[in-house]
């Protein structure tokens, strides 16, 4: 298709898209602007689309059509987003207990800590833990004995919890 045929078919044809468009999405100016994208990305696919076996006017509807869908997917999520009903919900504060855990956990040896941690969150048996660290399974034994024996002296310590230490 030459220029002058394609301006001709714009001619002929953006005025019944248009309306086509503004039925489908109830906005004209709406409408206007994803007709004329069409029609720049019918121009850009010129031979495949306006040359083809194609029907070029259902092309450009079809292409509008959609590029209406996606702008107006794109504001409904950002209405949502600026209305807070995509906000994500509150996360309820890690208890004391948590927190005491965590910090008796951070006060272990890493080698104890992390035997622990595979052990006792992760359920990964003696020998998985040997075979992910690299240690024998004689030397996670140990790490796992002297980690639980340090993580209960530290949580049954006299040494206020950090959570109490910053209420004091």
Do not use: N
């Amino acid at each position: 298709m030459t220029e002058d045929e394609f301006d001709l078919f714009y001619t002929a044809a953006y005025p019944r898209l248009v309306g086509q468009l503004y039925a489908l999405t109830g906005d004209y100016a709406e409408a206007q602007d994803v007709v004329q994208e069409a029609f720049i990305r019918a121009w850009d696919r010129c031979s495949s689309v306006l040359d083809g076996e194609r029907d070029p006017e259902a092309w450009i509807r079809t292409v509008a059509h959609r590029l209406g869908v996606s702008r107006w997917r794109r504001a409904r999520r950002w209405w949502e987003l600026v209305r807070g009903a995509g906000a994500p919900r509150p996360v309820p504060e890690p208890s004391t207990d948590h927190v005491a855990l965590v910090a008796a956990l951070r006060r272990l040896p890493e080698a104890q800590r992390t035997a622990i941690v595979l052990h006792h969150l992760c359920d990964l048996s003696v020998e998985q833990i040997a075979a992910e660290t690299g240690a024998a399974t004689g030397t996670i034994k140990a790490r796992l004995s002297r980690g639980r024996t340090a993580l209960t002296a530290h949580l049954v310590s006299e040494e206020p919890h950090p959570t109490e230490e910053a209420c004091a």
